[in-house]
């Protein structure tokens, strides 16, 4: 039977740059349990000095191991070319934090790829960094702020340390090199007040998935530290953390909270039970409080509270916030495509043009037929005058005798050349027929039907005096012999109009 295996979160720390190099060096001095250290740095003889499990000298090929020169770019473009060697040390870990002092070139830079290739190895991804002291200039100040904007966008917790806060709880008379050892000392305290809650047995262990709750994508993140001695030291530790110059605000409205209390053997249970109910009263009413309590005996009679608190706004990770921020107006953009829509309706505007071809139709109509006979000059539009056609063939029956004693006082003589679609014999009987039909009693009733077609097709001065139902005032006002046709053509003259 095989052996049970020892199922551990592998947590691994990365040190990139000056800053996070040494921090990863005061962690190792420490005793920092259970986590792997990687050190990488463009600067060669830095990193020589290390102490970390994995070394990595990136940018060799533009800065010969002399450094990034407070350049991110050149920070940025360094990590980027080493990425493989970057992901083959983060390989296998379920946890990577990634520190960096902020505001100079290598770890402002390379921080951010550095996050972002933990992540896509599926690692829970905590940065923990330091923003710069003021009197180390404005340039970098500004370099620092770029710097932690795009590295909380590759993680999924940021932890910032701001090392104008030390100042607070520093002696006046400290020196530069032991500011900045205790910004270092700040670091651990962040590092170690999350690994210890997994790697370390404790009256009241936490299990990575509980971590792992809290802090995946919770975005920006506060850290507060506080120790206390003697009597009521746990709840006088947790006073002191939740008050912290290390918090630039409150934890109120924090809907994450990671609770560790680190004490010696003596740590009694109701000072932890005291030292919880003080940190929830402080936090959302509804917050995940991740409670962990590891004994040291290394502390003594010191009693340690770190309280790291994430999930503000309202519980939603930011970086959620900003996708749905994003979704809202792309919902909105549907909206405003049917406006180009809305602008199509003036295309019924060529409608009217119609009504204005229609009554140039009728108005064709009105003129007196003097105006028609210049519509009869295109002949082309003699296709469409068969339409009246199918009306006058059966006239040549003889139903259309009895159409003479109607009324055919238009004496005006009709061409039988003009009408050739009608008389198609040249007999007398057939001529005398046609000026009888002059299309009287068919002619009205397609007028009226498509009045649209007649005064293309009625090209003869004869069809359209009939064709007009008051237009038998006018024939016999208009007897106009004088504009018929020549007596030699082929047309038969009754003899009462003689």
């Known amino acids: 039977m095989a052996a049970p295996q020892n199922y551990l979160a592998l947590i691994k720390v990365v040190g990139i740059g000056g800053g996070g190099v040494n921090a990863v060096n005061r962690m190792i001095e420490h005793g920092l349990k259970g986590v792997e250290f990687i050190a990488i740095n463009t600067d060669a003889q830095a990193l020589l000095m290390s102490d970390a499990d994995v070394k990595l000298d990136i940018g060799r090929e533009e800065t010969r191991g002399l450094g990034a020169g407070a ?17 083959e040390a983060l390989k296998g870990a379920d946890m990577v934090f990634v520190t960096a002092g902020e505001g100079g070139g290598t ?88 690994t210890d809650l997994i790697t370390t047995p404790g ?61 010696g053997s003596d740590l009694g249970l109701f000072e932890i039970n005291e030292a919880a109910q003080l940190v929830s009263e402080s936090a959302h009413t509804d917050a995940n409080i991740i409670f962990g309590a590891v004994i040291d005996d290394a502390l003594g009679d010191e ?6 608190a994430a999930g503000f706004d309202g519980g939603m990770p930011k970086r959620r916030e900003q996708a749905m921020n994003q979704a809202r107006p792309q919902t909105s953009r549907p909206a405003a495509t049917p406006a180009p829509a809305q602008a199509a309706p003036p295309a019924p505007a060529p409608a009217p043009a119609q009504p204005a071809y229609s009554e140039q139709m009728s108005a064709g109509s009105t003129p007196p037929p003097a105006q028609q006979p210049p519509v009869a000059q295109p002949p082309a539009q003699q296709p469409p005058a068969p339409q009246p056609a199918p009306a006058a063939q059966p006239a040549p029956q003889p139903a259309a005798n009895p159409a003479l004693p ?31 039909r002059t299309v009287q009693p068919s002619q009205p009733a397609p007028h009226t039907t498509a009045t649209p077609s007649q005064p293309t097709t009625e090209r003869s001065w004869p069809t359209t005096g009939p064709s007009n139902s008051p237009s038998t005032p006018p024939q016999s006002t208009p007897p106009r012999p004088a504009r018929k046709p020549d007596p030699e053509d082929d047309l038969d003259i009754p003899d009462f109009l003689k």
């Open 71 to 87: 350049n991110p770019a050149i920070g940025q473009k360094a990590a980027e070319d080493h990425a493989e060697e970057i992901e």
């Open 107 to 194: 770890g402002t830079g390379g921080a951010p790829v550095v996050a972002r290739i933990a992540r896509s190895l599926g690692a829970l991804t905590i940065g923990v960094v330091t923003r710069p002291f003021s009197f180390e200039g404005k340039r970098r100040a500004t370099q620092a702020e770029d710097g932690i904007s795009h590295l909380r966008e590759e993680v999924d917790t940021l932890i910032v340390i701001p090392n104008d806060r030390l100042l607070t709880i520093s002696d006046r008379a400290v020196s530069v090199l032991d500011a900045f050892k205790q910004a270092d000392t700040v670091l651990l305290q962040g590092v170690s007040g999350i």
């Open 203 to 263: 009256l009241i262990n936490v299990d990575f998935a509980d971590v792992k709750a809290v802090m995946s994508n919770a975005g920006s993140a506060l850290m507060g530290i506080g120790s206390s001695r003697g009597e009521d030291r746990a709840v006088a530790a947790a006073e002191a953390a939740i008050s912290s110059p290390l918090l630039e605000a409150s934890i109120e409205g924090a809907h994450g909270v990671l609770l560790s209390i680190a004490g």
């Open 303 to 308: 009693v340690r509270v770190t309280v790291i």
């Open 406 to 436: 109607t009324d055919d006082t238009v004496p005006v003589p009709t061409q039988n050349d003009a009408r050739p679609g009608h008389g198609t014999t040249t007999s007398a009987r057939p001529q005398a027929g046609d000026p009888v």
